[in-house]
């Protein structure tokens, strides 16, 4: 009882601990972590022992998870599937993106994603790759921060300022490499200049050796529900280099196309 206490005085009104726990729980078990071994679960965790079990044991039972039975420990299961399955189809921006994304990788050549913006992380809820060594390794339902990623910066500039201001308020901005903008003011005008040019554009910004652009999807009330980018080697995004007005160009155009594809026709003359 002391520990529920404890914990609720540091949590937001009507947050539920053991919900919490839940989340986390299964946040680690889709990670690739098994939990073969409960201390070492519980620990890094940081939930009780005891309570690692009566979780593990209420999620098999209702079959969001389930027991892997050669190896050991627990992988998500199938009403956790059905679950995200129905949620996934309830997103009509992830019904139309695919042929889009393999639009870019057949043009470009380079991995394709589209992402989505849930606080201060976004979200990638598909992927298309090339057949090359480069392509990428982001699995759909990975999480990154926001402010040093390019669907995180477009999404970002998207947000009136005082959205930006009171999202970051307070908020450490980790720092992935010497070209991440880690404060607010630095952060606010990188993104002037995204929003300004309709694209986010990063050379090793994020990951060295890493390229990436990114452009918003707007819906039919002209907001921006989404983004999809293009990644690859460092050196294909040199913006002096020979690809550089290739990979805005196809962005764009595959971005504005996927747009309109859910109703969006608020394109102005010098975006057409």
């Keep these: 009882m002391a520990e529920e206490q404890k914990t609720e005085t540091k949590e937001p009104l009507y ?3 053991p919900v919490t726990r839940a989340i986390a729980l299964l946040r680690y078990i889709a990670a690739g972590n098994r939990c073969r071994n409960i201390s ?7 939930i009780n022992r005891t309570t690692l079990i009566r979780l593990l ?15 050991g420990g627990y992988r998500l299961g199938t009403g956790l599937i059905a ?22 990788v057949d043009s470009l050549n380079l991995s394709a994603h589209l992402g989505v913006l849930e606080g201060r992380e976004i979200v990638y809820l598909a992927r298309e790759t090339p057949n090359s060594h480069l392509a990428s390794t982001v699995r759909e ?13 477009i999404l970002l500039a998207e947000l009136p300022i005082a959205s930006l201001r009171s999202l970051y308020a307070g ?3 980790e720092s992935f490499t010497t070209k991440t903008r880690t404060t607010l003011a630095e952060l606010e005008k990188q993104l002037l200049t995204d929003r ?6 990063s050379v090793a910004n994020f990951e060295p050796e890493i390229g990436s652009a990114a452009v918003a999807i707007h819906d039919h009330q002209a907001r921006a529900v ?10 294909v995004f040199a913006e002096d280099g020979p690809h550089a007005g290739k990979i805005e160009q196809e962005l764009k155009a595959v971005a504005r196309a996927m747009s309109e594809a859910l109703g969006y026709r608020g394109w102005s003359a010098d975006q057409l």
């Design 15 to 17: 947050v539920v601990p």
């Design 40 to 46: 070492n679960a519980a620990k890094a965790l940081d």
């Design 57 to 71: 044991a209420t999620l098999e039972a209702e079959s969001i998870i389930e027991p892997i039975a050669d190896d």
């Design 83 to 104: 679950l995200a399955s129905e949620a996934l189809n309830e997103r009509s921006i992830l019904q139309v993106a695919r042929p889009f994304l393999k639009q870019l």
């Design 141 to 153: 339902g990975t999480r990154l921060q926001a402010h040093a990623t390019t669907i995180g910066r």
């Design 171 to 173: 908020q450490a901005m």
């Design 196 to 201: 300004a040019r309709g694209i986010a554009w």
């Design 226 to 235: 989404g983004a999809i980018n293009v990644t690859g080697h460092a050196s």
